[in-house]
């Protein structure tokens, strides 16, 4: 099974990538916790990654696509896989478009997590406080808007990409775990039968 989950920071995505893992053996692909891990061990991807990352600006498109053409073709990613921070741009949509038909692989689903936006920011607040001092530098208010609004003018046309092709589907990221969990099984039902 191939996903692409959708949602702006704080959306829980993945929270529920996580559980799709654990209930479907399929592996997670988070480019942003991909090119923290770039950042850790200073490669010349991370380098150039760090200061865009902590400002909360997006990593070049041509960037992206080549760590994922590169990484959805580890045996791991054989079974399937869950794309999360992935496409954040329409440019980035077009090209995953281009190589998976060129690697012959279909997509399952595009699930969006819908949520409002005082929730994002509590929610993005909180795991400020969680991992206060340490794991991520653009955990605070000012990145946190900055991300927010590049949320709205780079990656909210992606879903609309989705949509206009008839295979967006959204789940209210309002509820608990479990029931956000539950909506998207139900989703991906539909469309694995469909
Ligand atoms: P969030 O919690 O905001 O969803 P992520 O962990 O997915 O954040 O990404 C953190 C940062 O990594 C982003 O703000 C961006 O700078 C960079 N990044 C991650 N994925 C992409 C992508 N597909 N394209 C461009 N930049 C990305």
Redesign the pocket.
Known sequence: MRLILL?????G??TQAQRLVARHGIVQL???????AAVAAGTPVGLK?KA??DR??????E??VQI?SDRIEQPDCARGFIL??????VA?AEALEALLARKGLKLDGVIELAVDESALLER?EGRAKETAGGA?A??NAA?LAK?LS??RTQTAPVAEYYRGKGRLRTVNGMGTVDEVSAAIEKHLRAATEA
């Open positions: 949602g702006p920071p704080g959306a995505k993945g988070s480019t942003g916790d991909m090119l923290r990654a865009i990352m909360g600006d997006l990593v070049p498109d960037v992206m994922i999360d921070g992935f496409p954040r741009t980035q993005i991520r653009d955990d990145t991300r590049v949320y």
